[in-house]
């Protein structure tokens, strides 16, 4: 409670920890892992995203130009993605960004924007990929970015989706080691990986793109876990997770169907003169004619 007001206090957006805690990453991973990206290939990325953003939100006339939506997908970009080229870099960026507009379903996306990105420019040009080993194993840097996914995510309330897929992955990873009898320290070096933690603390965990009930959001979890060790066990390739979750995505609706819950929506209560002048706050919603979006007063939350 705010004494001043006797008020709730505003809850700030969980995009701004978000967006700490992926530009604390990439800091430490250029300068303390010595990532393969240098702040050439991060400004080729993040310029494009905030640029398609502002392009975007001025065609689908959304009220306000969300830089948040945007850093988080450039951010995470900067962090996967792998390429010789700054061209494909800044075509990654552009197309990540703009699937969040143009593949819809009902008002919502379909895709995580950086995981289609990245798949959709590994399938195209083959010119692009993602280096899970570059992270290594070390312990105090996995344990920093669990931390930091735990906070954002619980400030998301979309904790049952990461927890859910963790503990699918890792007890699939755990039995087929021990269907395999192999020792124990091969099933634990393939999760001691950053790349893992990232994965499941902020890019499955995505509010926007998973189901809307709980109920549906574990069922999605178990399904990308187990499609995710069907990729690396049975198909033995690389980055099951990313095509797993790539793959399961446009299931999503099927799941809402099912298993309806409410909507997720990015909302904060505001307590300045503008929130209250205009009694709410605006968020975006799909045209019923899936056109364009449309803005819509939302009340603010009450003391």
């Known amino acids: 409670m705010d004494p001043r007001t006797d008020r709730p206090r505003p809850r700030l957006d969980p995009r701004l920890y978000q967006i700490a805690a992926l530009s604390g990453l990439l800091v430490y991973g250029i300068t303390g892992l010595h990532f393969e990206v240098q702040p050439l290939q991060a400004a080729v990325i993040l310029t494009p995203v905030l640029l398609t953003q502002f392009v975007c939100s001025r065609a689908w006339r959304l009220p306000a ?9 450039g951010l995470s970009l900067c962090l996967l993605l792998r390429t010789n080229h700054l061209g494909l870099a800044f075509l990654t960026a552009v197309l990540t960004v703009a699937s969040k507009f143009l593949i819809r379903w009902n008002g919502k996306h379909v895709f995580n924007p950086t995981n289609f990105g990245i798949v959709a420019m590994m399938v195209v040009t083959g010119q692009v990929w993602v280096s ?50 192999q020792p124990i320290a091969i099933p634990l070096h393939r999760l001691e990986n950053g790349a893992l933690l990232l994965f499941t603390f902020f890019m499955i965990s ?36 990313l095509w797993s979750l790539a793959l399961a995505s446009p299931l999503v609706p099927l799941i809402d169907r099912l298993l309806p819950g409410e909507r997720h929506e990015w909302r904060r209560t505001s307590s300045s003169r503008s929130t209250q002048s205009t009694g709410g706050e605006y968020e975006t919603i799909a045209d019923p004619g899936g056109a364009r979006a449309r803005p819509r007063a939302v009340v603010a939350a009450g003391p």
């Open 206 to 241: 995505d509010p926007r793109t998973t189901p809307s009930s709980r109920a549906g959001r574990i069922l999605f979890a178990a399904l990308v876990a187990a499609g995710a060790a069907f990729v690396q066990f049975r198909l033995f390739r690389t980055n099951g997770l």
């Open 65 to 73: 130009f969300d830089r948040k939506s945007a850093l988080i997908s």
């Open 132 to 181: 899970p080993g570059q992270w290594g194993s070390v312990a105090f840097f996995a344990f920093l970015m669990a931390c930091l996914g735990g906070l954002v995510v619980n400030r998301a309330s979309r904790s049952d989706v990461t927890y859910a897929f963790l503990g699918s992955y890792v007890g699939i990873v755990l039995g087929y080691a021990l269907w395999l009898g």
